[in-house]
């Protein structure tokens, strides 16, 4: 397989509900042979799952978002158990802290978050990490709750290479998005230039974090090959390089058979 793999997206966002099989249909011209979509919440899980149910190239993973850590229930927890079941979910997530958005106290974020490691490590998969301006507890939680065990990847990552260093000595891969094609993008540029090649990994997040030349407006799937080019201009390798890389580590990442999607 030497297509793209985008390793998180929201495409059952309310944002494509108009054009929905468009988007997947330009993502699929543009390279991408597999993806990830992310189910996070009460109302993202379900259509999550139907969207990895209606395509063969899908995947979906299923979590918590730490900003609606305040409205999970012990029945949730025990749902997304179940749903990990699914042949079709790969990964636990996306899990993790949020201290930008203040809806969610943080000691509810925590208790949320180590709930959620425990059970990717019950059952044996990979989590996906969201941290926005909690670098230090992330990894502090991490590492107390032996999330090396399972390891998984830094979702979107903004933080120093310290921190990426921190990550990838627990066996996690490094994730970049849209931002890292923005001109001013110093600290990603200089994170993604010093990660491992087999730890790398690209991602849209769409409808968020549109990349050059479409930031501030909506991102989706396709896009993701203009990550891949920026990828490759700052480790400089080809983009076919960085398309086969970053495809064979989400593979592995995720425990994918490397057979073709149609």
């Given at each position: 397989?030497?297509?793209?793999?985008?390793?998180?997206?929201?495409?059952?966002?309310?944002?494509?509900?108009?054009?929905?099989?468009?988007?997947?249909?330009?993502?699929?011209?543009?390279?991408?042979?597999?993806?990830?979509?992310?189910?996070?919440?009460?109302?993202?899980?379900?259509?999550?799952?139907?969207?990895?149910?209606?395509?063969?190239?899908?995947?979906?993973?299923?979590?918590?978002?730490?900003?609606d850590s305040i409205d999970m229930k012990p029945d949730d927890l025990q749902w997304i158990e179940e749903l990990c079941a699914h042949p079709k979910v790969v990964a636990v997530g996306e899990i993790g802290l949020d201290y930008h958005w203040d809806t969610s106290p943080k000691e509810v974020q925590h208790r949320v978050f180590r709930e959620q490691i425990a059970l990717a490590r019950r059952i044996g998969k990979p989590i996906i990490i969201h941290n926005r301006d909690a670098h230090e507890d992330v990894v502090n939680i991490l590492q107390e709750e032996k999330a090396s065990e399972v390891g998984g990847i830094m979702h979107c990552f903004s933080g120093s290479w310290e921190t990426a260093k921190r990550c990838l000595d627990m066996g996690f891969y490094i994730s970049f998005g849209g931002p890292v094609t923005f001109k001013n993008a110093r600290v990603p540029k200089e994170v993604l230039a010093k990660v491992p090649l087999?730890?790398?990994?690209?991602?849209?997040?769409?409808?968020?974090?549109?990349?050059?030349?479409?930031?501030?407006?909506?991102?989706?799937?396709?896009?993701?090959?203009?990550?891949?080019?920026?990828?490759?201009?700052?480790?400089?390798?080809?983009v076919e390089e960085i398309m086969k890389i970053t495809m064979e580590n989400a593979n592995r990442c995720f425990r994918l058979e490397r057979k073709t999607n149609r």
């Open positions: 397989m030497t297509g793209l793999f985008d390793t998180h997206t929201h495409l059952d966002s309310p944002r494509f509900d108009g054009d929905r099989e468009d988007v997947i249909k330009r993502a699929r011209e543009a390279g991408v042979e597999r993806l990830v979509n992310i189910g996070f919440n009460r109302e993202t899980i379900p259509t999550t799952i139907a969207l990895a149910e209606r395509y063969d190239f899908i995947y979906a993973a299923v979590g918590w978002h730490p900003v087999d730890r790398l990994l690209i991602e849209t997040d769409a409808p968020y974090l549109a990349p050059e030349p479409f930031r501030g407006k909506r991102n989706e799937s396709a896009y993701v090959k203009y990550v891949a080019e920026a990828a490759a201009v700052i480790t400089g390798k080809s």
